[in-house]
């Protein structure tokens, strides 16, 4: 990669990492299914307009919109509400990956390998020795929310893999118009109209900039110069920098908000990066090819090709919100 693009990739983690702060901020200014309505809300509108149609089916638009958008971050903002740390989070957060992968067995066929399977058990590691740390300081209800949120994620990176979207912002776009109604609706009946309305009416300079700050900077650039890097390296070479995510996420709070990483902390970071790295890096086995129906010796038909239900891998520079554990290039923004 040329220094510029290096540059632009570990920018994008950045602004992904602090992400984490920022929304911590803006739950002090909003209820978080009000806050995280008004994310997707900026996201779409008017960029809607400008990127052009979808280029996808719309059954994966709606399925990525519900699983990324109200549950994901449905859950993941109410976890941080209720007293999950930001830099806890962005780190916490990086085990979508197991899941994704365990997720791509069961759905996709997949058959992981030893250095998978040995980096699941290292995140999983990880997470139990920063739910450990969670709990000798703070309830696990966030913790336990955040976890949630993963899965969530999870789901929704396989989803992606099905739509395979040629286009990574065009798609983050046209799924950022999905949860806004939904979100609206579960912060009206759990929220209430009297706390919606009183964080609209307070409504100041800071509450706008996490929003826009949420909006424009973690999504409509973030996934924007994802894809482009995508569309111009290998997803191998690209998908390391997303390791650096929780690194600026855990440095962000601490800098900003004061967050303090204890030496737990810091085991349960190098064990949950370190476990993601060999989850997310290393290519997972397709699924091996059946033989058709009345092979009785179980050799091929030289008449009928042998059909595969592996899962086809989408298009170098195919991006999406989400990590591709075939092909490794997907985020890990929040």
Do not use: Y
């Given at each position: 990669m040329r220094?510029?693009?290096v540059l632009l990739a570990v920018l994008v983690a950045a602004v992904w990492g602090?992400?984490?702060?920022?929304?911590?901020?803006?739950l002090g200014h909003f209820p978080p299914l009000l806050f995280s309505a008004l994310r997707f809300l900026v996201a779409a509108l008017p960029a809607v307009f400008?990127?052009?149609?979808?280029?996808v089916a719309w059954k994966w638009i709606v399925g990525v919109g519900l699983a990324l958008g109200v549950a994901k971050f449905?859950?993941?903002?109410?976890?941080?509400?209720?007293?999950?740390?930001?830099?806890?989070?962005?780190?916490?957060?990086?085990?979508?990956?197991?899941?994704?992968?365990?997720?791509?067995?069961?759905?996709?066929?997949?058959?992981?390998t030893r250095v998978r399977l040995a980096g699941m058990a290292v995140a999983l590691a990880g997470i139990g020795v920063a739910a450990v740390d969670e709990g000798a300081s703070g309830p696990l209800t966030g913790f336990a929310l955040v976890i949630a949120a993963a899965a969530c994620w999870g789901v929704s990176n396989i989803l992606t893999r099905k739509a395979s979207?040629?286009?990574?912002?065009?798609?983050?776009?046209?799924v950022s118009t999905v949860p806004v109604l939904p979100l609206l609706?579960?912060?009206?009946?759990?929220?209430?109209?009297?706390?919606d309305l009183a964080a609209l009416r307070s409504l100041d300079w800071s509450g706008a900039g996490t929003v826009f700050y949420v909006a424009w900077g973690a999504t409509v650039f973030g996934f924007g110069a994802w894809g482009w890097l995508l569309h111009r390296h290998p997803a191998s070479t690209v998908a390391p920098f997303s390791l650096l995510?929780?690194?600026?996420?855990?440095?962000?709070?601490?800098?900003?908000?004061?967050?303090?990483?204890?030496?737990?902390?810091?085991?349960?970071?190098?064990?949950?990066?370190?476990?993601?790295?060999?989850?997310?890096l290393t290519p997972a086995k397709p699924r091996e090819a059946q033989p058709p129906r009345g092979?009785?010796?179980?050799?091929?038909?030289?008449?009928?090709p042998a059909r595969t239900n592996a899962a086809l891998p989408p298009p170098r520079g195919a991006g999406n919100c989400a990590i591709n554990h075939d092909e490794p290039a997907r985020v890990n923004a929040a």
């Open positions: 220094p510029a693009h602090v992400n984490f702060t920022v929304i911590e901020v803006g400008l990127v052009g149609p979808p280029k449905g859950l993941l903002f109410i976890g941080m509400d209720v007293g999950m740390p930001g830099g806890l989070s962005s780190l916490v957060l990086q085990v979508q990956a197991v899941f994704t992968a365990l997720f791509a067995v069961a759905f996709l066929g997949e058959r992981p979207p040629p286009d990574s912002l065009n798609f983050m776009i046209w609706a579960l912060s009206l009946l759990l929220e209430g109209w009297s706390a995510v929780p690194v600026f996420g855990m440095t962000s709070a601490a800098l900003f908000l004061g967050e303090s990483i204890t030496p737990l902390r810091w085991c349960a970071a190098a064990l949950l990066v370190g476990g993601v790295a060999l989850t997310s092979a009785g010796n179980g050799a091929l038909s030289h008449e009928q």
